[in-house]
T-cell receptor, first 114, second 114 residues
Framework: QQQVKQSPQSLIVQKGGISIINCAYENTAFDYFPWYQQFPGKGPALLIA?????SEKKEGRFTISFNKSAKQFSLHIMDSQPGDSATYFC?????????????FGKGTLLTVNP | GAVVSQHPSRVICKSGTSVKIECRSLDFQATTMFWYRQFPKQSLMLMATSNEGSKATYEQGVEKDKFLINHASLTLSTLTVTSAHPEDSSFYICSGARVPDTQYFGPGTRLTVL
């Protein structure tokens, strides 16, 4: 069974702090790792994604760190803001497959206190 | 770019009726579209994958006769919940794949079956 294990399940951070969410995968064929942000009652929005040829990708306050040998990747949110309070899902897929299915983590509920 | 819309955003229906949900990719052609179901505080559960012009591929445990999927064009997929029952009440989300591995999600449809 292909799995992506995500932790923590919930996270509380003070405004201005760093939020860190971790994911681990099992299938070494995975080669695309997106993160999605979901607000209550809304669909997930693509936040940032990385491929295994780089160890880090940064977009604004969001950074993905990728460790291929450990089969782990993480999302870092710098200077966390109350508006970042949402559920974050990591995912993984194999781009060489025929149907691009995403395997999702179970999600992390992030609360940023003002 | 990469916007996906869903209609309706909310629907309430009586038990035994059928409900159709539309998913449209507004600014790109989605050769593959996906339908997910999400229960409160849970991750996304893939129901089926559909390719334009061909039959949908359903995940194990998803009744294809109950959840009818049509992918008539590169920008439109529909999900029809037939003979809906209260246990079908959920948040249904579609996504479209633009490049081989990137999925863009719609805003979701909240279905309530009375």
């Amino acid at each position: 069974q292909q799995q992506v294990k995500q932790s923590p399940q919930s996270l509380i951070v003070q405004k201005g702090g760093i939020s860190i969410i971790n994911c681990a995968y099992e299938n070494t064929a995975f080669d695309y790792f997106p993160w999605y942000q979901q607000f209550p009652g809304k669909g997930p929005a693509l936040l940032i994604a990385i491929r295994p040829d780089v160890s880090e990708k940064k977009e604004g306050r969001f950074t993905i760190s990728f460790n291929k040998s450990a089969k782990q990747f993480s999302l870092h949110i710098m200077d966390s803001q109350p508006g970042d309070s949402a559920t974050y899902f990591c995912a993984a897929t194999y781009s060489g497959g025929s149907n691009y299915k995403l395997t999702f983590g179970k999600g992390t509920l992030l609360t940023v206190n003002p | 770019g990469a916007v996906v819309s869903q209609h309706p955003s909310r629907v309430i229906c009586k038990s035994g009726t059928s409900v159709k949900i539309e998913c449209r990719s507004l600014d790109f052609q989605a050769t593959t579209m996906f339908w997910y179901r999400q229960f409160p505080k849970q991750s996304l559960m893939l129901m089926a994958t559909s390719n334009e012009g061909s039959k949908a591929t359903y995940e194990q445990g998803v009744e294809k006769d109950k959840f009818l999927i049509n992918h008539a064009s590169l920008t439109l997929s529909t999900l029809t919940v037939t003979s809906a029952h209260p246990e079908d009440s959920s948040f249904y989300i579609c996504s479209g794949a633009r490049v081989p591995d990137t999925q863009y999600f719609g805003p979701g449809t909240r279905l309530t079956v009375l």
